[in-house]
C-alpha cells in the first residue's frame, strides 16, 4: 500500500469550518513529529484550544498513521497509535476528550476507506484480525461509530483486495497468497455475506513450465519474541539431496515492508534461483509496514 501524502502544518480552513462558522480547525504538526494535534480556533477571540493531540517520546507517524474526520460541530473520528496498536476512535470535540474506541484489540487499521455519518459506520482495511494468517493480510470490515457491531466483509487466508459497486451495495473481493493463484467473489458490502464466487485462478499452465510456489515461513526474530515472516525460493531442478547456497534478499526500511504477499511469478526471485541458489526474503524486525513493495512480476 502506497501511503498518503503527509498532512501540511495548516489543513484547509474552509474545509474544516464548523457549521455555524463560530470557529474553524486545523492539524498542526509539530517539527520533529512528536506531537500532532487538531486545534480549533474562535472566529471572533481568535482563542485556541486543542480537541485532540497525539505526543510520544519516539515518533508519531503523520503520513500513513493519520486520518481525521469531522462529523459534526460535536464529534470527529481520529486515528492513533496510543494503545500501541493502530486503531480509530470517536473523539468528543467540544470537551478535547475520547468518547470511545471505534476499534481495539491486538490488531491494526491499515486504512480507513470510507465513512458515512448517516449510518454512523466505517469501513477499513485492517490486519492482523485473524490469529491464524499471515499478520499482514488486509482484510475489509465495517463497525459502528460507538464501536458496536464490528461486520467482518472480507474472509479467506490471503491478501484482500476490493471494490465497490456504483451504489456501495456490492464488493468484489480478490484475495490471494504467493503460494495461491487469486480468488475473486461477489460479496454483500453491508453484511458480508458471501453472494457467489466468480472466478478462481488456473495455474496449471504455469506449473507445467516447471515454476514452482514460494515456501511461506515465519519464524521467531533475534529478540526470541517477535514473529518475522517471509519466503523461500527454490530453483527449478532442487534436490533436496544437495547443498545449495543462500541469498538473503532483503530492504529493511524501518518503516518499509518488500516480502510479496500476493500471487505473481516473483521473476527477480527465481532468476537469482536458477543460479544455483536458495533465496530467502524477509523484511526487519518492527517493520510498521508504512510503504509496502508488492512484487508480482
Not at 481520529?78 to 476512535?89: D, K, T, V
Not at 471494490?163 to 487469486?182: E, H, K, T
Not at 496449471?204 to 515454476?211: A, H, I, K, P, V
Request: aromatic fraction near 10%.
Amino acid at each position: 500500500m502506497i501511503a498518503r501524502p503527509p498532512p501540511s502544518l495548516c489543513e484547509d480552513a474552509a474545509t474544516l469550518r464548523d457549521d455555524s462558522s463560530k470557529a474553524f480547525s486545523f492539524v498542526y504538526n509539530q517539527r520533529g513529529h512528536q506531537v500532532l494535534r487538531v486545534v480549533s480556533v474562535d472566529s471572533k477571540t481568535a482563542s485556541a484550544r486543542t480537541i485532540v493531540e497525539e505526543t510520544t517520546q519516539t515518533f508519531v507517524c503523520y503520513s500513513s498513521k493519520y486520518f481525521v474526520h469531522h462529523i459534526s460541530d460535536d464529534e470527529l473520528i481520529w486515528m492513533s497509535e496510543r494503545s500501541g496498536w493502530n486503531h480509530i476512535y470517536l473523539v468528543d470535540k467540544k470537551r478535547g476528550t475520547i468518547k470511545n474506541s471505534i476499534t481495539q484489540g491486538e490488531w491494526v487499521v491499515r486504512e480507513v476507506v470510507k465513512v458515512d455519518d448517516a449510518q454512523r459506520s466505517v469501513w477499513l482495511a485492517v490486519s492482523g484480525i485473524d490469529a491464524d494468517q499471515d499478520p499482514y493480510y488486509q482484510h475489509l470490515i465495517r463497525v459502528g461509530y460507538d464501536g458496536e457491531s464490528l461486520v467482518r466483509l472480507t474472509e479467506g487466508d490471503g491478501d484482500h483486495q476490493w471494490s465497490f459497486s456504483p451504489q456501495g451495495d456490492y464488493l468484489i473481493d480478490i484475495y490471494s497468497r504467493v503460494d495461491m493463484a487469486p480468488r475473486t467473489e461477489l460479496r454483500d458490502a453491508v453484511s458480508g455475506s458471501l453472494i457467489c464466487e466468480l472466478e478462481r485462478g488456473d495455474d496449471s499452465r504455469l506449473l507445467e513450465t516447471g515454476w514452482q510456489y514460494p515456501e511461506r515461513f515465519s519464524c521467531k526474530g533475534r529478540d526470541g519474541t517477535t514473529d518475522i515472516f517471509g519466503i523461500i525460493v527454490r530453483p527449478t531442478n532442487f534436490d533436496a539431496s544437495k547443498q545449495y547456497p543462500i541469498l538473503e534478499a532483503i530492504y529493511a526500511g524501518p518503516h518499509a515492508a518488500f516480502v510479496p504477499k500476493r500471487f505473481g511469478r516473483q521473476s527477480e526471485l527465481f532468476e537469482m534461483a536458477e543460479l544455483g541458489f536458495i533465496v530467502v526474503k524477509i523484511d526487519g524486525m518492527g517493520t510498521s509496514h508504512e510503504w509496502h513493495l508488492d512484487s508480482r512480476k
